[in-house]
């Protein structure tokens, strides 16, 4: 459900700007299925982008333009995701009415559920499903989305700086249900619904935020923005063993076994041991954060528990973070697989490379595939 949209086109562009990277996906959309022709990555520096947000407008804009460039990028329309804490997701019951009435009244509505002042606000919503009470009045379950008016126009001020135009405005967790749902639909049908044994948790953990949706009958019941990712465990192994933050990023993803007829050595083993205890408590802190958000929402929207978790991004391949995942929450989590319903193009990358940035790409691609037919 993006915020803004305009137009529509046959080669679709997701940009995922996160805290200390920049990753675009292009796919011809109007394929069946649709085409991942180019990937794009850029690095940037601390500071640019801070808790999700857009701090340095002339920074981010001229990395931008070095990824379009150094990616030879030719579409300037663009699908960029949003996620910080002046995002708003809710799902709220509403009184039956049209669609039409509720564009009338939705301002109104959501100004019990939005911390924030409404006219400083820009408001979507899409009606989920209708149901009755036990007294027989008809209802609705309704998705509201409210951004700050004043973040999205930095947004818009980055890509025009940039020479680049964002034909839609999405919250980064719906673009997860695009890529990691294998042949997603926004709104199932009742058969869908009917055959979905449980909820799901769709887990996206970058470097600085990390995105969660929980959908129960193919539905968003529960989006939650964690002020917390792979920067919190590289920076924990960097201060405490006083390492470069480039070493503290490979260590915590190469706790594993040598290559076959190699032995590590004793002080590589003896570096990975510590590095080990250090994320230890970090890992549980994060898990201890997703326990509570699942309780949350089945609490508070009476959604079924998840029957499993699907996690992506560069700080889901933190050592440990999925065993401790499943052992804690004694839930099923397994790998995501942003590419599985769309067609490697010519991609000048190896099968290696590619297996390598996938994990990465479940967001930009997810925002590409907006506009696919369904």
């Known amino acids: 459900m993006p915020l803004i949209t305009i137009g529509k086109a046959s080669q679709a562009i997701g940009v995922d700007i ?29 500071g640019l982008v801070v808790d999700g947000e857009i701090s340095d407008v002339k920074g981010v804009a001229s990395a931008l333009k070095d990824l379009w460039r150094s990616g030879g990028f030719e ?12 995002v708003i ?15 009338g009244a939705i301002r109104f509505q959501a100004a019990d559920y939005i911390p924030m002042p409404i006219e400083e606000t820009i408001i979507d919503f899409e009606i989920l499903k209708e149901f009755e009470v036990r007294e027989g009045e008809k209802m609705m379950k309704v998705l509201l989305v409210a951004a700050q008016r004043e973040m999205i126009q930095a947004v818009v001020d980055v890509f025009a700086a940039a020479g680049l135009v964002p034909k839609s ?32 948790c769709l887990l996206n953990i970058g470097a600085g935020v990390s995105n969660m949706i929980v959908l129960d ?31 503290a990023e490979a260590l915590k993803v190469v706790l594993s076994e040598p290559k076959p007829g190699k032995k590590k050595a004793a002080a590589a083993q003896e570096k990975e041991v510590k590095a080990g205890d250090i994320l230890r408590p970090k890992i549980q802190q994060f898990v201890r954060e997703i326990r509570r958000s699942i309780d949350y929402c089945m609490d508070q929207t009476g959604c079924r528990p998840p029957g499993k978790i699907i996690v992506s991004g560069r700080g889901s391949k933190v050592v440990g973070l999925i065993e401790d995942l499943e052992k804690s929450l004694q839930i099923k989590v397994e790998d995501g697989k942003p590419l599985q319903n769309i067609k490697i193009g010519r991609l000048n990358l190896t099968e290696d490379q590619i297996h390598d940035v996938e994990p990465s790409l479940s967001v930009p691609i997810g925002l590409a595939l907006k506009d696919v037919k369904k």
């Open 75 to 86: 579409k300037r329309d663009i699908v960029v995701g949003i996620a910080n804490q002046k």
């Open 169 to 200: 405005i999405d919250v980064k967790s719906f673009a997860l249900m695009r890529s990691l749902i294998p042949k997603a639909k926004f709104l199932p049908t009742e058969t869908d619904a009917e055959q979905a044994e449980s909820a799901v």
């Open 217 to 247: 009958e193919g539905m968003p019941y529960f989006v939650r923005i964690l002020m917390f990712g792979g920067n919190d465990f590289t920076k924990a192994i960097a201060d405490q063993m006083d390492l470069s933050e480039e070493d």
């Open 89 to 103: 997701v809710r799902v709220i019951d509403l009184p039956l009415m049209s669609e039409e009435e509720l564009k």
């Open 18 to 46: 996160g805290t200390r990277s920049i990753r675009v996906a292009e796919i011809n959309i109007n394929k069946e299925p649709p085409v991942l022709n180019r990937v794009g990555f850029v690095k940037i520096p601390e």
